[in-house]
């Protein structure tokens, strides 16, 4: 009975997948690596399916895979690759032990693509004779397939690769190098190009901001939104000769002028794959002249939805701190869960003579689920001179061991690197040291408690397979769901759940300090806990302490195109018209009081809008005053530019010494 049931399910499967096929059918086989993943695995089927055609797609995966390795796997049959087979139903399916020779026969393939692996994709001598060699095999073999060849993209410009090196670290010249060795194969092969670097750099033109990249999510990789939509849009209208603009699949987080901008770069590249096109899609300038700033009226701090004005603390507690709370989670951060589902602590190093003696060196890991899969690596650093210290909480951008010299920081390899983060993302040891002057700071009876942001959330675009949202999934969900800084700041938050349990740490004088997209974290985390004694701002811009309403430096329009992913989807609504948020920043500040509050801003920095920044901290004052505080405000702007300096500390540490000894 048994085997009966197994061969009707077994026909009924094979039954679907023949009923789910159509008599044109593209099947397409990859012979790539993580390059191809990026471009045919996620959403090729689904843009042929919305266009009421039908894909069987293969991909013959081996990481960093070359031709030459291609070639020498063909010849030897080593069954070396991962196959990766979306059928015509949609099943995706991944076989490990695969050869070339396999996946060749598994289907009667329309299609088969090859590439070069990424450091060698600009250097046509890597590519013979193994690319040669390569088709006349096909050609000869399997004669019923058209060959294809993907071009893949240049690098990030601000890349680690360890291969950038080829190109002198230059994207412009990778993606210059890449352009001529693929025309260079095309025409000498007589094969047709899948201009997907081409679509790539079509949308680095357009909208990217001069030190952000809007396609990839680690420097080479494409990300999971625009990257990976556009690679896979370029696919689908270079094979079915369709235009991808129009077409209805859409990605999540995606605002539909994001969709039609990763269209338009892949159907310009199709037309036109060796040059960058200009398709409609300018760079916005930013303005950076103030008497350019349009008006505009800020929101009553005062004054609630309903109409009703606070006079009295106990009306702003009650009734106007409830519903701006709310409002920010609603329309720009996004909606945290509301109960901690896993907390276990474990004290894995203790060194008691750190930076010369000064203080008590701890490293905790802060597990947040039962597998302990995901956690806050802190570092924390105690004065020797204080029993009870207070401490600075803040998180950083290049890992713990880049936060100080000390040779002795653990360093995760880059395979767990990978593995915790989705890409070598560490900085070098000592890299920012500069914006952590530990000596000086614990010197002055302050502790410092730091983890890198990466811990909760990889930095890049639809991370729902790493870091605090795989625990929360739900939590991600909809125009409400959390984005990369409401993330972030419940783990600030989490770590003052562990603060408050150590011996040496006086959990009441917990300070929470961040800079650029950290210190809109930290505002955040600031607003809503209010077990956090004292807040700070460094250069926090847009989305943190600037007004959203100015058109001066960077707009949300403009950090809604490069990070969507750091706010909810509804903050999108705004984009164009801020003047519908139903608050400003002023009230993010406001939200802080009566608590001491610092906004620090670098005069050479426009892009962050430092006046802006000053304007909110100035307009936050009626709500400070209502208790009597305006004195635990403090704002300076210093000399220089975007960045976290030995010098803000200072000002930090001396508003610190008025409230927080």
Known sequence: MKNIKFVFILFLTVSLRAAAEQADTLRILAIGNS????????????????????AIIGNMYIGGCSLERHYNNLVTDVKAYSYRKINADGLFTKTSG?????????????????????????????????????????RSELPQAKIVFHQTWAYAKDSKHSRFINYDCSQEKMFEAIVNATKQACEKYGIQVIPSGTAIQNVRNTVMGNSTDLVTRDGHHLNYTVGRYTAACTW???????????????????????????QSAADAAVISPWEVSEFGFKKAAQNRIEARVREYV????????????????????????PELLDAFAREEYGRSPSTVKYFDVQVIEIKPDALDGLATRKRVLIWLDEGHKVRIDLLLYTPNEVKKAPVFLGMNFMGNASCTDEEDIYIPTQEEQSKLFGCAALGKRGERAFRWPLKMIVSRGYGVATFYRGDVYPDFWNTGARGVQMIYPEAGNGPEGWGAISVWAWSLS?????????AAVDSKRVAVIGHSRLGKAALWAGAQDKRFAMVVSNDTGRGGAALSRRNFGE???????????????????????????????????????????????????????????????????????????????????RPGGHNLYAEDWIYYLDHADKWLK
């Open 494 to 502: 989490r770590v003052m759940d562990y603060l408050q349990t150590d």
């Open 555 to 637: 707009t949300i329009e403009e950090i809604n195109w490069k990070f969507p992913y750091w706010f909810c989807d509804n903050f999108k609504k705004y984009m164009h018209n801020p003047d519908a948020l139903p608050f400003d920043q002023h009230s993010l500040l406001a939200l802080i009081a009566p608590r001491p509050l610092c906004v620090g801003s670098g005069e050479e920095d426009y892009h962050c809008d430092h006046r802006g920044e000053q304007l909110s901290f100035e307009a936050a004052k009626d709500v400070y005053s209502l208790y009597g505080a305006t004195e635990k405000m403090q704002y300076h702007i």
């Open 35 to 54: 390059f191809s993943e990026d471009a045919v695995e996620n959403n090729l089927y689904d843009l042929a399916r919305a266009d009421g055609r039908c």
């Open 298 to 321: 800020l929101p009553d701090n005062l004054l609630c939805f309903d109409g009703t004005k606070v006079r009295c603390v106990r009306q702003w507690e009650k009734k106007r701190v």
């Open 98 to 138: 695969y050869c070339l020779s396999s996946a060749f026969a598994d289907e009667k393939w329309d299609v088969i693509s090859l590439q070069q692996a990424s450091p060698l994709s600009g250097l046509p001598e890597s590519y013979e004779p193994f690319l040669g060699d390569l088709i006349s095999y096909i």
């Open 236 to 262: 689908y209208s270079a094979l079915y000769d369709r235009k991808a603009t129009g077409n209805v699949k859409r990605i999540p987080h995606m605002t539909d002028e994001m969709t039609i901008l990763a």
